[in-house]
């Protein structure tokens, strides 16, 4: 094992493309390893994975006796208007797997495959904070796809208010607006809605507002609003269930979504054909014989199915969508801190430093073979807090 130092990222899962820095392609790391650094005196400070490729924004490891680093996960600020980006432009972004490059003066990155967005300080004094748009493919070389300058945070109630501390891309620093993978690429938000954090699934969006509130939209087809239907809302909508609880984190996979409270709780909703949910599947149900299906709705609303060919003949049921927020407890009533989603798996950070992750966990590099779930159990490691998840976990201890 390289050095575990406090700060240190680990990554696992399907790596076929190389999407951990320094891992080589074509294989699947099946437990947690170490991330190589990019560069001599260099430490990752976030992480955005795509489905092919990840970017890591890099900041300078001060020498010995220096001031100290920004907290974990946090990365450098822009430079101030009146004055020029210093030499390395600050933070730097670099692309590791199907994607590739590398350019500077970043704060933040977030990754997808249709779209790589980067946020930037301006080009020249004065310049403000930028952001710009990339094709995945460019190797971040020649101009953006688009850029467009953009407003840092602003005080509540005056001068003397509290800051709006904004979450990391695709929320923009200002708290009023969001980049998006389609068109139109920069969406403003309600000026009511006063946004802490903000997560994209793959057809639906989830905020997290300063108050503790979550509010969703975009589709609906697979419960992942959690509005108790199959239907799509075209604005936020507060999650009516949730009233009456402070959320600390919110979570948004391919069609799931998931929130942890400031008590620790979980809450999850959205689609289980994977196992994202840690309910009850399919693929478990037809670990016996299979001769029929059917199915109906429980009182919460969640579509429950049951396949018949059990141990004892009996039917054995399994939930395929939960269109409301079931409470979800861990082993030993472990309390969350952290969460992510992958397109249709899930991990949670507890406050002892456990990692939990449970769904899609089998995926063979080989092209044309089958795809295995593999969703049993839940899978345990001791390590520390979690980023943004994509098809292959990240964490960091």
Known sequence: MAEERRGAWFGFGFCGFGQALGSGGGRQVHSPEPLRAPGAGLDVCRVSASWSYTAFVTRERPPSGAIPTPALGACPAPSPASSPPPAGGGGQVELSGFAVGAVGGCRDAWASEELLVVLRAGPGPGAGTELQAWAPGSALRGEPLWAQTVPEAEREDGPGGDETQAGPLPLLPCARAYVSPRPPFYRPLAPTLRARRLELGAEHALLLDAAGQVFSWGGGR?????????????????????????????????????????????????????????????????????????????????????????????????????????????????????????????????????????GWGSLKAEAGKDIRLDTKMLTQHPLGFLPLSGPWPLTQS
């Open 222 to 358: 697979h419960g992942q609003l959690g509005h108790g239907t199959l239907e799509a809302e075209p604005e936020p909508r507060l999650l009516q269930a949730l009233q009456g609880l402070t959320m600390a984190e919110v979570a948004a996979g391919g069609w799931h979504s998931l929130c942890v409270s400031e008590a620790g709780d979980i809450y999850i909703w959205g689609w289980n054909e994977s196992g994202q949910l840690a309910l009850p599947t399919k693929s478990l149900a037809e670990d016996g014989k299979t001769t029929s299906e059917a199915s109906g709705l429980n009182e919460d609303g969640s579509e429950v199915k049951r396949v018949a060919g059990g141990e004892d003949g009996a039917p054995t049921p399994f939930i395929a969508v939960q269109p409301f927020p079931a409470l979800l407890d861990l082993p030993l009533g472990s309390d969350a801190v952290k969460a992510s989603c992958g397109s249709r798996h899930t991990a949670v950070v507890t406050r002892t430093g456990e990692l939990y992750t449970w």
